[in-house]
């Protein structure tokens, strides 16, 4: 939300920033047309890094200790299904000469089956927790903006940038550390989840 109003505020300065050239030139170009006086006063100003603030949450922190403990889940899960298709593949190689061309074939066929459906599998379920870790960091950055907008709120704020589109500012300005500590504080107790589909 935040970054949808900088970016909006953005746009606004550079159309501004644009009708202002135009209408200069069209004033120096014909000189009966008065230009209208517009002031913009903005007074205060905050910065925000919005990059560090999703790095360094703890909530991002939790989420990515859940992620690992999944990943170690689905990993331990398909070690074990691996040594079991191994053991498949070597009772099959001992079958050749046993079973018929045809009878070896199908069982061929079916153990081929079977892989590909667990490679389908583990495709699946490693999409499924990138979809849910981008869903929790999403989450976790609305929740940032609100806490920006709130400071912005309370504070008067005219206007706050993200860091990167800043180019100089005084230190003193930024407000990162101030909006990792709110946001710290308002998902310490959050039940955080990682949902596989």
Not at 142 to 147: G, T, V
Not at 161 to 173: E, G, I, T
Request: charged share 30%.
């Amino acid at each position: 939300m935040l970054n949808i109003q900088i970016r909006l505020i953005n746009a606004l300065f550079c159309f501004f920033m644009l009708f202002l050239i135009s209408s200069h030139q069209v004033h120096s170009q014909d000189k009966s047309y008065e230009l209208p006086q517009v002031s913009f006063n903005v007074e205060r100003v905050a910065v925000v890094n919005m990059d560090r603030v999703l790095k360094d949450a703890k909530a991002t922190e939790r989420v990515r200790e859940l992620l690992d403990d999944k990943r170690e889940e689905f990993q331990n899960d398909f070690a074990t299904r691996e040594a079991s298709l191994l053991q498949i593949e070597k009772d099959l190689q001992s079958k050749r000469t046993i079973l018929s061309e045809e009878a070896y074939r199908a069982e061929v066929n079916q153990f081929q089956n079977e892989v590909a459906s667990i490679q389908q599998e583990i495709q699946f379920k490693r999409q499924a927790l990138d979809k849910a870790f981008q869903e929790a960091q999403d989450e976790i950055k609305s929740l940032a903006a609100e806490i920006v907008a709130e400071i912005a709120g309370q504070q008067k704020l005219d206007a706050v940038l993200n860091k990167s589109s800043a180019l100089v500012f005084r230190q003193d300005l930024d407000i990162t550390e101030y909006v990792i500590s709110k946001l710290n504080e308002r998902t310490k107790n959050a039940r955080l989840e990682i949902q596989e589909e």
